[in-house]
């Protein structure tokens, strides 16, 4: 009888403990590091964490530790690459349980040289980047500030491979526009390259015949953009007033008539108002016109 309750008593804690392996390997335990990757620069430092997944009631601790000696992790997983470390070099930390050593997860470190800082600077001397850059690798400009009336021209430094801590500067200059000075004609009198914002020089006043100089049609006293200036003139005259008398009549017209069979002298000057129709010459067609124009 006595045989028999221990028989029993057996089979039933055999049963539980059955029972408690068959659960415990249903449930996925075990330990992974995020991340499980990493690349740490000489100096620089990092924090892993360990997600750890063990029986309920069980410690969720861990040991770190690492297999290379110029990488140290604290019992925390906080990882610090020596500053003479191997570049190169690739350093596995391991976070193992507590209550289970067989359960762990790693994270593979590998070592990049020192990070350097680089320094981009505005038109301002304001900091337009910050970047912390590996050694022999290149920092990335950032886009230039505008400044009205100057020019980006290049970056003080050059910053393609990086071997110590770099400040970089912006070379600006003012920007140069050009102003041309035109005749009525076209003919151009000047060319000039003026700085933004300053004042074009113009040529000496120009002459035209029959006409009196006036001015240029364009302000050109703060230049900020490129300028085509034209002179312009004033008629010296009435036209069609080919005698002079200071109205046109039909003794225009006679004068007109006369001068073409050259009993009347029309002077450079006098040309320009009795040239009516603009033909650029006195003849018949220009008494015309001035008849036309008094009958209607």
Same mark, same amino acid.
């Given at each position: 009888m006595i045989m028999k309750r221990y028989i029993s008593f057996a089979l039933v804690l055999m049963l539980i403990i059955l029972s408690a392996?068959?659960?415990?390997?249903?449930?996925?335990?075990?330990?992974?590091?995020?991340?499980?990757?990493?690349?740490?620069?000489q100096g620089e430092s990092t924090q892993l964490t360990a997600t750890v997944n063990v029986p309920e009631g069980e410690s969720s601790e861990v040991i770190w530790s690492s297999d290379e000696n110029s990488v140290y992790v604290n019992e925390k997983g906080f990882v610090t690459v020596k500053e003479d470390a191997p570049i190169?070099?690739?350093?596995?930390?391991?976070?193992r349980s507590v209550f289970d050593p067989t359960l762990f997860g790693t994270c593979q470190?590998?070592?990049?040289?020192?990070?350097?800082?680089?320094?981009?600077?505005?038109?301002?001397?304001?900091?337009?980047?910050?970047?912390?850059?590996?050694?022999?690798?290149?920092?990335?400009?950032?886009?230039?500030?505008?400044?009205?009336?100057? #020019?980006? $021209?290049?970056?003080? !430094?050059?910053?393609s491979?990086?071997?110590? +801590?770099?400040?970089? &500067?912006? =070379?600006?200059?003012?920007?140069?526009?050009?102003?041309?000075?035109?005749?009525?004609?076209?003919?151009?009198?000047? #060319?000039? $390259?003026?700085?933004? !914002?300053?004042?074009?020089?113009?040529?000496? +006043?120009?002459?035209? &015949?029959? =006409?009196?100089?006036v001015g240029w049609d364009t302000d050109y006293s703060c230049v900020t953009k490129d300028l085509t200036i034209t002179a312009t003139y004033s008629?010296?005259?009435?036209?069609?007033?080919?005698?002079? +008398?200071?109205?046109?009549s039909s003794g225009d017209v006679g004068f007109i008539l006369r001068a073409?069979?050259?009993?009347?002298?029309?002077?450079?000057?006098?040309?320009?108002?009795?040239?009516?129709?603009k033909d650029e010459r006195v003849n018949s067609g220009d008494a015309s016109a001035i008849l036309h124009l008094l009958v209607d």
């Open positions: 392996t068959f659960s415990y390997a249903e449930e996925a335990f075990g330990v992974t590091i995020s991340p499980e990757s990493y690349s740490l620069p190169g070099a690739i350093a596995t930390i391991t976070a470190i590998t070592i990049t040289g020192f990070l350097y800082t680089v320094l981009f600077y505005g038109f301002g001397c304001n900091i337009l980047s910050c970047q912390r850059i590996p050694y022999g690798e290149a920092a990335e400009a950032p886009e230039p500030e505008q400044h009205e009336g100057y #020019e980006f $021209i290049e970056w003080s !430094e050059d910053f491979f990086i071997t110590r +801590d770099t400040y970089v &500067s912006p =070379y600006y200059s003012r920007i140069k526009l050009d102003v041309l000075f035109l005749d009525y004609d076209e003919t151009v009198l000047k #060319e000039d $390259i003026v700085i933004y !914002e300053n004042s074009a020089i113009p040529p000496e +006043d120009p002459s035209r &015949s029959g =006409y009196t100089f008629l010296n005259g009435i036209l069609g007033d080919a005698n002079g +008398d200071g109205e046109v073409i069979i050259n009993l009347e002298i029309i002077d450079d000057e006098n040309a320009v108002i009795s040239d009516y129709n």
